[in-house]
């Protein structure tokens, strides 16, 4: 989390003219400004930070989506794109002075080719009705964020998604073939192909995970795979993290890969046992949930080879579902993590840094230490088989000094993943609320050329301005401000 | 080894100060790969070395001159390898010219290209500075992903200094199986089992014979093997290396040789020449002297693009023309990585 949103005015004349010139070709139900109307849009699922945007537009068609980047682009507007809201980092977060694009009504799936195994679908199609679409088919769309009933597949793309079956079938970047859409000057673009590879550089890859800095996309096609025909799941308990954090290695090590592979620890089986019944085992420190999925011959020489590793890694227990609805009560628990401890907690603070998993056991400690020096509970819930952390810091925000609290508990975690070697974010993107931590992640140089990648595309910097990538004066302020753990240099001046 | 840099990043600045163009050499095994060499050489294979490898962690980085050969032996050293099976085309193949080039062989449609794998990168720039993009872990979405852009851009955005690569755990077994069928039946086949759950990790189809590799669990490819029929061929692994290297007789005549990639499902194309396919349909080599226009118009219809692989006259470009958007944001990033136009200038294309 990054400081306070400042607040903001709205400027009624601009406002009023911005309407003015998008109702020259949008409905007028499709362009809110009253507050009431834009209020339904002042965050997206970092609730902590909210802001009214100026203008709403709600586009139906390419050619307005085209017009409204155009019209904004002329009147230097910013323009803040906007899927399903379901994003953890603010990366939705409207400006006062800018234009909130929503995608919401590009809801249609455009063409489905079972033979080619792909899918044409608008961006405001949810992860989960892709899947629900093709399944007739035998086949699917494998990534899988844990928000997949209401995130949109547009959402994923600008922020690179993940989900619990990563390790075997990567992420977003890799189960997208083609996107297609505009510049914030309304020029189309097009990255990638339906073949495997496109001439010149890989925009593709460029555009996925760049949060809407760099176009805004209108159509997605997506690869779908041959659904397995079976999957099962060992779940196995640990008398402490670290050696579920060895066994974690070991199954890698013994050239197994996982279709899933999951850590909880203690606090979090306890959180979530009580909501879902899950039948997790509440003495473990540490449960690990491992999948196979494949043909039935492949499954079954898998689990035998995964029991016999966790085993041998100093497994206390170990259940193999017995049928898929067991398999789902397994995950039921795993995937209702964040609502379980949403119960526990007024309120919840979710970090998704990525690690070495054989810093695994070092970053563990780290956590339990700051548990101790803020005051606050930390259940882990943790992506084991690709290092991807989500710690989740429980504390009430009616309460200004805990959250300040969280803040710099959260603070010191992300830091920690770099130092070993890992990163700020995995899967959730930067959007304000890692903002600053970018600026432990990278230098002056690599942040310059992100800025240099940006204006390729935006020279103006119109398309969700202030996101992703941290200026490089907010950078020395921040650098400056942190530099002995959190110790402010100074510490008796006044800031602002 | 810093010293060795060192002397890189001094050569990039003057050669940006004194307005003069360089050529990135690994070694030279893809020179043949697009358009023009221009330049003076710039050296990197002295840039050598692995410089972390954590079987565990399923992460491999080394420095760009390291021999791929090199590096392909250390991971099979612990049962792993490169999942997009790179081709080296000649002894000399560095890693860094393997990501540059960005090219994948035979494993591609089931396992995923050079790009899939590119977990992080370091990059000496036009301006000579050494830039750090990703890491060495699976998820990462702090910044753009330049260290993925980097693939495939043949040094035109700078030096690949270093990469991390994510690696795989080698099948347990392979076989390959051999079935007779026409052009139009192999493809309608290859299309429909890649819509099933079956370990085919390779496939090539020419003059009516179509080979498939299994890979993966000895129960499961026994159990394919049942499915798909044919005949078992022997000297499976040999046979994929060739195609893979362009060493099979198929590649042996002088006429042009073009790489169309298309979608898999593509049917046939009536286009004079002799055909290899690959990857289930989506790679489809074509050796002909017919006008290159008419082969791109084939490929543009067909929903791919052509490549002039292999040709003494290149006039025509190595690469499909890009359309006036797309190269705008090529020519900006160029512009952004190598302002004063110091690597490989026109390798790609004449504008960059």
């Known amino acids: 989390m990054g400081e306070a949103v400042p607040v903001a005015r709205i400027d009624a004349s601009r406002q009023s003219e911005v309407v003015r010139r998008l109702r020259e070709f949008l409905p007028a139900r499709a362009v809110l400004f009253e507050d009431e109307d834009t209020r339904p849009y002042e965050c997206d699922g970092l609730t902590a930070y909210r802001r009214s945007p100026m203008v709403v537009a709600l586009p139906e068609t390419d050619e307005q989506v085209r017009r409204v980047l155009q019209t904004c682009s002329a009147l230097g507007v910013p323009v803040v794109p906007r899927g399903a809201g379901t994003g953890l980092s603010g990366g939705a977060l409207p400006l006062a002075d800018g234009v909130l694009l929503s995608m919401a009504k590009f809801m249609r799936a455009l063409r489905i080719d079972p033979i080619a195994r792909l899918a044409v679908v608008q961006p405001g199609v949810r992860n989960a009705a892709i899947s629900d679409l093709v399944a007739p088919f035998g086949l699917y769309y494998a990534p899988d964020p844990s928000s997949q009933i209401a995130c949109s597949i547009g959402g994923n793309v600008a922020e690179n998604s993940g989900g619990v079956h990563c390790l075997k079938y990567g992420l977003t970047v890799h189960n997208v073939m083609r996107v297609r859409g505009y510049t914030i000057d309304g020029e189309p673009v097009d990255f990638g192909s339906e073949a495997l590879d496109a001439p010149g550089y890989d925009l593709l890859a460029l555009a996925i995970g760049s949060e809407g800095l760099l176009a805004v996309i209108t159509e997605v096609t997506v690869k779908l795979l041959p659904q397995p025909q079976l999957a099962r799941v060992v779940m196995a308990s640990f008398g402490d993290v670290e050696t579920a954090g060895q066994a974690v290695a070991a199954v890698i090590a013994a050239g197994i890969v996982p279709a899933g592979l999951e850590m909880m620890d203690k606090p979090a089986t306890h959180a979530v046992e009580e909501f879902v019944r899950a039948g997790y085992d509440l003495d473990a420190a540490a449960i690990l949930l491992c999948e196979s999925d494949g043909t039935p011959e492949e499954v079954e020489e898998e689990i035998a080879r995964v029991k016999q590793v966790l085993s041998d890694a100093g497994a206390t227990r170990m259940r193999v579902s017995r049928d898929e609805a067991e398999r789902l009560r397994f995950w039921s628990g795993r995937k209702a993590a964040f609502p379980a401890v949403g119960r526990i907690s007024p309120d919840y603070y979710c970090m998704d840094g990525t690690i070495p998993r054989r810093r695994l056991g070092e970053v563990l400690r780290f956590i339990g230490e700051m548990e101790s020096k803020y005051s606050l509970r930390c259940p882990n819930v943790f992506h084991a088989g690709d290092g991807n952390l989500h710690p989740l810091i429980l504390y009430d925000a009616n309460d200004p000094d805990q959250l300040h609290r969280t803040e710099q508990f959260a603070r010191e975690v992300l830091e920690k993943c770099v130092e070993v070697g890992g990163t700020i974010t995995g899967e959730h993107g930067v959007g304000v609320e890692k903002i600053d931590q970018m600026c432990t992640q990278f230098g002056r140089d690599e942040l310059e050329m992100f800025h240099a990648v940006k204006r390729a595309f935006d020279p103006a910097g119109l398309l969700n301005p202030g996101k992703a990538v941290p200026t490089l004066a907010r950078c020395a302020e921040y650098r400056g401000m942190h530099v002995h753990g959190g110790q402010l240099p100074f510490p008796d001046l006044p800031r602002f | ?352």
């Open chain 2, 1 to 352: 080894m810093q010293a060795v840099l060192d002397a890189m990043a001094e050569r990039v600045r003057e050669a940006a100060g004194r307005a003069y163009h360089l050529r990135l050499c690994g070694g030279g095994s893809k020179d043949f790969y697009g358009n023009s060499l221009v330049g003076e050489p710039l050296d990197t294979g002295d840039y050598s070395g692995i410089l972390n490898y954590e079987p565990s962690e399923l992460v491999v980085t080394a420095r760009c001159g390291t021999p791929l050969a090199e590096l392909e032996r250390s991971l099979a050293e612990n049962g792993q390898m490169l999942p997009f099976e790179p081709p080296h085309f000649g002894p000399g193949a560095t890693l860094g010219g393997c990501v540059a080039a960005g090219l994948s062989g035979p494993r591609r449609a089931s396992a995923g290209a050079v790009r899939d794998f590119v977990l992080g990168a370091r990059l000496l720039d036009g301006r000579g500075r050494v830039l750090a993009f990703g890491g060495e872990v699976m998820k990462n979405v702090a910044g753009y992903d330049v260290s993925r852009l980097l693939a495939g851009s043949l040094g035109t955005l700078g030096v690949i200094l270093e990469v991390s690569l994510k690696v795989l755990p080698r099948p347990a077994i392979e076989a390959t199986l051999r079935l007779e069928a026409p052009q139009d039946k192999a493809l309608e086949w290859m299309n429909q089992w890649a819509g099933k759950p079956l370990p085919i990790s390779a496939t090539c189809y020419l003059n009516g014979e179509l080979s498939v590799r299994l890979s993966g669990a000895a129960a499961a490819v026994r159990a394919a093997r049942e499915t798909l029929g044919g005949e078992e061929v022997r000297d499976g692994g040999q046979f994929w290396a060739g195609v893979r290297e362009h060493a099979h007789p198929y590649f042996a005549p002088e006429s042009p040789l073009w790489r169309l990639s298309l979608p898999s499902s593509a049917p046939p194309l009536s286009l004079p020449g002799e055909q290899l396919i690959e990857w289930g349909g989506a790679l489809r080599w074509l050796a002909s002297a017919a006008e290159p226009r008419t082969i791109r118009e084939a490929a543009q219809r067909a929903g791919g693009h052509a490549t002039l692989f292999r040709a003494r006259d290149k006039s025509a470009g190595a690469f499909a023309p890009l359309a006036p958007a797309q190269l705008k944001l090529h020519r900006e990033l160029k512009v952004a990585f190598d302002p004063a136009r110091v690597f490989n200038p026109g390798r790609l294309y004449p504008e960059l």
